[in-house]
């Protein structure tokens, strides 16, 4: 795959990161609050992908991490995660949280990242403490 770059978001981004969560996530609405952090992956300058995030105090909880189905296994969920994890332990984060469908592939990138599972079902909660 060409080169793709990941940064946050701007304004003029947020149509197409609502646009993404609609192909990708049907059934969700996006609830976005004035400390949210998007960020995008994009390439050539059109997004493939976001990650979403919303940091309160030392916790943080990720609401969405997606990539256009064309644009995956290129490494660009991994990229977005990296990043965001990067931004997230910078601001002392303590705890990180995410929920993921117990059948979603992406659970095993979340698993990658350090994250462990809180409780199972339908729904997993992956948590990740700061690295020491």
Sequence with gaps: MDM????????SDMDAVRQMVS??????RLRQLPEDVFLVAEKEGI???????RIRKKAC?????????QY???????RLMAEALYRIDRAGVQKTYLKVRALN??????LGFGFYE???GDTITLVRKKPS
């Design 23 to 28: 192909i990708l996530f049907p059934s969700a």
């Design 105 to 110: 592939h992406a659970a095993k990138l979340y």
């Design 72 to 78: 995956r296994e290129h490494g660009v969920g991994t």
């Design 118 to 120: 809180k409780r199972a």
């Design 4 to 11: 793709f770059s990941v940064r946050k978001a701007k304004p």
């Design 47 to 53: 997004p493939i992908g976001f990650c979403h995030y």
């Design 61 to 69: 909880y990720i609401a969405g991490l997606g990539v256009l189905p």
